[in-house]
């Protein structure tokens, strides 16, 4: 992302396709990358319609909204850093993204006390968290024990390249499967189902 571009990000494709969503330039906030987005994206065509999506550390916002634009009929973003919800709060007003929820919590917090409530189980999470934090095991094992997640869902581990999850049983609940993996210069990025 160039110097000009730093607070912006670009909706690639559905209802809001080429729309720019500010987003605040904050130290670790990365949001994720046009190329590895379109790659996600295309991975879950299939699964997105209708879907009900959770986003942790949500950050910009990038997966949420795309999620959104694509057709998810609901959306749930996670960030614990009061002005970055705040401004996912003015995009979902910018857009009028009816669908799409803005919690302001810890993602590893949300996830230790989660508690079903009006059918919140999730057919596709994005975890994204920042590379310095070592959360990810503690975050995937709560996400299966705390009953967050559909029968086949879809969940998206984006990390460290050095990092290669696609192998790594120790790290992930052991009925996970990995879909696909790629790595783009200092990103892995991971898809699993629960089977």
Partial sequence: MSKSERGQLRIIAGSWRGRKLSFLDREGLRPTTDR?????????????P????????????????????RGAAKVVMVDSDSETVSMLRSNIDLLSASQTEVICNDAVKFLKNYEQCDNRIFDIVFIDPPYRMDVIAQCCEWLESRQCLSDHAKIYVECDASRDLSNNSNALPANWRCLKH???GQVGYHLFTRD
Avoid at 37 to 48: A, C, G, K, V, Y
Avoid at 55 to 67: C, I, M, R, T, V
């Fill in 50 to 69: 209708g879907s009900r999506c959770l986003d942790l550390f949500a950050g910009s916002g990038a997966l949420g909204f795309e999620a959104a634009s």
């Fill in 182 to 184: 790629k790595k783009t």
């Fill in 36 to 48: 590895v987005r379109e790659t996600l994206f295309n991975w879950l065509q299939m699964d997105l």
